[in-house]
């Protein structure tokens, strides 16, 4: 019975490792198709948003598993308590990637001058996703605290394109284009709080404490 608790833990271990590229991939492939206004490209990150959503429900279903059947001791109960967290925040990540590939669509050029701040952005809550991954895998409560603090970083690049898109919105009689680049930069924005999330709850399964 220890056997197959171990090979559930691991299997649950295996799974967030999985789910975490997939919403890299996600986060990647959206920033492309914007560079690029690549629409089928766009239309891949709709696409893979539904095997996101069901990478979600089967880890759902593992850790449940693992609480009506194993009973965990109380390290591993947090441990399992913050996979079922953390799984809804790589949720809405996919979610918020998707959500800006379809804002590509409406987006008739890329000739924002700021697209290499979009990218440092995207850059920075990849490497928090990652990170925060990787610390829940190897309990590195340290990496995790450095996801956290690295959404400062994330926090000031979004004001610094809000700052600038609103300047422009103020010079131009159309503005629904300059909306949409602020929208995609509060969905960033977002991901990299739902990255610090993750990153929290890596602290939880670690400390007890969040």
């Not at 990647?28 to 709709?46: F, H, K, N, P």
Request: hydrophobic share 40%; proline share 1%; charged share 30%.
């Amino acid at each position: 019975m220890r056997d197959k608790y171990q090979e559930d833990l691991e299997e649950l271990n295996a799974n967030i490792l999985k789910m975490g590229k997939m919403i890299e991939i996600a986060i990647e492939s959206s920033v492309l198709a914007l560079m690029g206004r690549d629409i089928q490209q766009a239309a891949t990150v709709s696409e893979n948003d539904e095997a996101i959503d069901n990478m979600e429900r089967e880890i759902e279903g593992l850790c449940m598993k693992l609480l009506l059947q194993q009973q965990p001791v109380a390290t591993d109960l947090r441990v399992i308590t913050a996979a079922l967290k953390m799984v809804t925040d790589m949720e809405r990540i996919g979610d918020h990637a998707s959500d800006i590939a379809e804002l590509v669509l409406q987006i008739p050029d890329c000739k924002y001058n700021k697209m290499d701040t979009i990218t440092e952005i995207s850059t920075q809550i990849i490497n928090m996703i990652h990170k925060s991954i990787e610390s829940f895998i190897n309990r590195n409560y340290d990496m995790a605290q450095v996801v956290i603090a690295q959404d400062d970083i994330v926090d000031n690049l979004y004001y610094e394109i809000k700052t600038d898109l609103i300047q422009k919105i103020k010079k131009t009689d159309d503005g629904e284009q300059i909306l949409d680049y602020l929208l995609i930069a509060r969905y960033f924005e977002r991901i990299g709080d739902h990255a610090t999330n993750i990153a929290k709850w890596v602290v939880f399964a670690i400390t007890g404490k969040k």
